[in-house]
Every structure is written in structure tokens, then in C-alpha cells.
């Protein structure tokens, strides 16, 4: 019976896919940066805005060390294959990044085309995230 290959490390490595994952990477943590200012936080309670406050203060670190160990796993293969633990949590900013497009191209809201920045060129960005969660999550015997 043979090992399982994780995909996404020929993906992020040999296909380039750690540019669109960084990208991704650095939007969540703005996103997580500016959330008081979210207009789905505003329309919340003051409770539980200020729960979701304290976990992205908390998840912010977290950005910090995954984009680190992404780098890192270019030049060693070692760690370009523990990301495979860490599939969650870039599916989850690759999602965030997708969602926040969408929703700047959707809805307009200055919050989001804030956030997104220049949306012409983000918007070519839909393709690429789509493609990068299909291939975090998939594996090869």
C-alpha cells in the first residue's frame, strides 16, 4: 500500500500556488485588522462584535507564522509537506479572500472595495482561489 501524495505541495511549489495563498494570507489578516469597521459587524451586537474582535486579535499570529512557514517550505521540502495540517486554515483565508471580492464586486460597499483594493485586478484573482482550495485538499495515492 503506498503513502498518500499531498497535491497541494506540487501545486504551492512546482505550480506557483503559494503567490495566490500569500495574497490570500495578507487579505484575511487586513480583513481581521479591520473588522470594527466590517458593515456585517456594525450590524451586530456589541457583544458578540467584541468576541469576534478578540478571536481575530488572536488568529492574527497565526497569520504571521503560516505565511512564515509558507516561504519556508519553498526551499524545504519537509515543511512544504506539514502544510498538508494546515489545509483548514488556508481554505479558510483562500475563502475569505473569495468571499470579500465577491462581496466588493456584489455590493459596492466601500468597506470592500477598500479592502479588496484594485477589484479589476482581484477579480481575476476568483479563478486562482478556486483553484487552490481544489488543490489543498486533494490527495493522490
Known amino acids: 500500500m503506498s503513502d498518500k501524495i499531498w497535491l497541494g ?13 500569500l495574497r490570500s494570507l495578507n ?26 474582535q478578540q478571536e481575530a486579535m488572536k488568529t492574527i499570529p497565526k497569520i504571521d507564522a503560516m505565511t512564515k512557514k509558507i516561504k519556508d517550505a519553498l526551499s524545504d521540502d519537509i515543511v512544504l509537506n506539514s502544510l498538508s495540517e494546515d489545509r483548514a486554515f488556508l481554505v479558510k483565508a483562500l475563502s ?33 482561489v478556486k483553484n487552490a482550495v481544489d488543490k489543498i485538499n486533494q490527495f493522490s495515492d
Request: glycine residues 8%; contains cysteine; neutral net charge.
Open 96 to 128: 475569505c479572500y473569495e468571499s470579500d471580492i465577491n462581496k466588493a464586486q456584489n455590493t459596492g460597499h466601500e468597506y470592500f472595495l477598500k479592502l479588496v483594493g484594485d477589484l479589476p485586478f482581484v477579480k481575476k484573482d476568483l479563478d486562482l
Open 9 to 21: 505541495a506540487i501545486y504551492l511549489k512546482d505550480e506557483g500556488g503559494y503567490e495566490i495563498i
Open 27 to 52: 487579505h484575511y489578516k487586513k480583513r481581521l485588522k479591520t473588522l470594527g469597521s466590517s458593515p456585517e459587524l456594525k450590524n451586530s451586537s456589541a457583544i458578540f462584535g467584541s468576541l469576534l
